[in-house]
């Protein structure tokens, strides 16, 4: 399965980024997609959701900075990430909601993307 997130980077606080992840046709266009983090010593965490309808739900620690959204034609899901701070500091990994779980019963995880908050 494919899961290629893009658009990390540094940034100080304050400042925007938007990630991007391309998924895999098969499994884009039947599940609801969501953002995901892990930041370093941290367990991973859900921050946003997008069901295939586009409904949308937020982590409380991002709600009103961060807008998830998703473009079915091009099997892609953004994470427009605004008002960064730095305890945002994570790798952002994208997935279907619920994990995509493989056939050996193992959740499936694209690469990730670096994003880096300075203050």
């Known amino acids: 399965v494919q899961l290629q997130a893009s658009g990390g980077g540094l940034v100080q606080a304050g400042g925007s980024l938007r990630l991007s992840c391309v998924a895999s046709?098969?499994?884009?266009?039947?599940?609801?997609m969501a953002w995901y983090r892990q930041a370093p010593g941290e367990q991973r965490e859900l921050v946003a959701t997008v069901t295939i309808g586009g409904s949308t739900n937020y982590a409380a620690s991002v709600k009103g900075r961060f807008a998830i959204s998703r473009d079915n034609a091009k099997n892609t899901v953004y994470l427009q990430m605004n008002s960064l701070r730095p305890e945002d500091t994570a790798v952002y990994f994208c997935?279907?909601?619920?994990?995509?779980?493989?056939?050996?019963?193992?959740?499936?995880w694209g690469q990730g993307t670096q994003v880096t908050v300075s203050s």
């Open positions: 046709g098969s499994i884009f266009g039947i599940n609801d």
């Open positions: 997935n279907t909601n619920p994990p995509y779980l493989g056939d050996f019963g193992v959740h499936e």
